[in-house]
């Protein structure tokens, strides 16, 4: 089984097509030998997503917070709930428990938790893809930002070739399965 952690918004976004898109990503994951990990709350596109999986009877993993359990309002109905300490612990179990990760549209949170682990990548802590889905060019400004950074020598672009990126879920999945991440820049000469 492939456990994938889904980074998304504990809000719902400006357009209904986010929590519409964030259902069909885990139908479609639902036919695959997939497990959910997230980050625990019933709020906004994370609740979308739990509730979807567990009404699909996958099997889905919340980390959350003590202190945002109650503000995120804890899922209570998934498979299995770690709470933690801190922001930090959250993020280092979620990147524990997941084979892959894919990051939804969100806000801080969620480019703080893609950016950590595909960092992760880049020096070498981990292997695992990572992949931003890019829904209505989501990302686009994002991806442009990076490429300048390529552009101006703080990011090397095979790094950045590395990040999957696609407004198609069963495009990212197939790019997860044959993923070979990069050498880390240590190891570029």
């Known amino acids: 089984m492939l456990n994938i952690a889904i980074y998304c918004g504990s809000t719902f976004g400006n357009e209904k097509i986010y929590e519409e898109k964030a259902k069909e990503i885990i139908r479609f994951l639902s036919t695959k030998d997939i497990s959910i990990v997230y980050g625990g709350s019933k709020s906004g596109l994370m609740g979308t997503i739990s509730y979807e999986a567990i009404n699909l009877n996958m099997h889905v993993q919340g980390v959350i917070t003590h202190n945002l359990a109650n503000k995120e309002i804890e899922n209570k ?14 993020k280092q179990k979620m990147e524990e428990l997941a084979d892959a990760f894919i990051a939804l549209p969100g806000g801080y949170g969620t480019l703080e938790e893609i950016s950590e682990v595909f960092t992760s990548i880049q020096i070498g802590i981990h292997t695992k893809p ?17 490429q300048s950074c390529v552009n101006n020598g703080f990011i090397k672009q095979l790094h950045l070739d590395a990040l999957i990126v696609s407004d198609d879920i069963e495009d990212i999945y197939k790019q997860i399965l044959r993923y070979k991440a990069p050498k880390n820049k240590w190891e570029i000469s």
């Not at 109905?77 to 959250?90: A, C, E, H, M």
């Not at 990572?130 to 442009?144: H, P, R, S, T, V």
């Open 77 to 90: 109905t998934i498979s299995k709930l770690y709470k933690v300490d801190n922001i930090r612990d959250r």
């Open 130 to 146: 990572c992949a931003l889905y890019n829904l209505n060019g989501y990302y686009d400004k994002l991806i442009e930002f990076l």
